[in-house]
């Protein structure tokens, strides 16, 4: 299969699109503001929205569903959630408040950029698929769903061996987006951090060479070097 990785954002928050001879495969959906961006970036790989078979989050906090409802609403795309994250996407439920340290100058920036990219403007998903531990989409790239609870109930990582990488959503941050520390650590807004070093150990054994998390730089290296870097 042919199949390259698109990067849309930056790395305080970025989708992810899996282009396929197929088809196109939206890991996670950035900010509400952010259709446009997504747009020019695919008709830059000469690609449409039309392309898009199916958008698969990580998680279902605002910050990831960003333009996941424009898509379904407008295009039909179909949204895929853990089903223990399904509520928190269709905005029925909230996400966990944030806790720890922080500096000012970082959260001032990720304000600016939320605020700029219309992250304050949240459209809940109206409708979404549901999956579970050990699925495999039918959708181009063949993503693995494999369960991290910890951040949220329903937090997975998403293989997708066709372009060797491993999305992780906010189990892990390579820069904390609340102290701008650049470090690999556990993402901050956890529901149950305590809970997530166990959920990583799953990924030890994998052998995709880049590790693409929700917020900070992608990670290049196995799973196992990530682990072995992760400041708890």
């Known amino acids: ?32 503001g952010d259709r446009a961006a997504l747009q020019r970036a695919l008709s830059d790989a000469g690609r449409t929205v ?98 991290l609870p910890g951040h949220s109930p329903g937090s997975v990582a998403i293989r997708v061996p066709a372009v060797d990488a491993l999305f992780v959503g906010d189990a892990i941050t390579t820069r904390n987006v609340l102290t701008g520390v650049d470090a690999v650590a556990i993402g901050p807004f956890s529901d149950a951090p305590d809970q997530t070093p166990a959920s990583l150990e799953r990924l030890r054994e994998l052998p995709e060479q880049l590790i693409v998390p929700g917020h900070g730089p992608q990670f290049v290296g196995t799973a196992a070097q990530l682990l072995d870097a992760l400041v708890i």
């Open 50 to 147: 039309s392309d898009i078979r199916g958008v698969v989050l990580t998680h279902g906090d605002s910050d990831h569903i960003g333009v996941a409802e424009w898509l379904r609403g407008e295009h039909g795309v179909p949204v895929h959630v853990h089903e223990a994250d399904a509520a928190r996407a269709r905005g029925e439920e909230k996400s966990h408040a944030p806790g720890g340290a922080w500096r000012l100058g970082a959260v001032l920036r990720f304000l600016a950029v939320t605020l700029r990219r219309g992250g304050l403007r949240i459209r809940a998903i109206g409708e979404v698929q549901t999956f579970r531990d050990g699925d495999v989409l039918d959708l181009p790239g063949a993503p693995e769903i494999i369960g």
């Open 1 to 32: 299969m042919n199949a390259q990785l698109l990067r849309i954002g930056d790395d305080l928050v970025a989708m992810h699109a899996v282009i396929t001879d197929d088809g196109i495969t939206l890991i996670d959906a950035g900010l509400t």
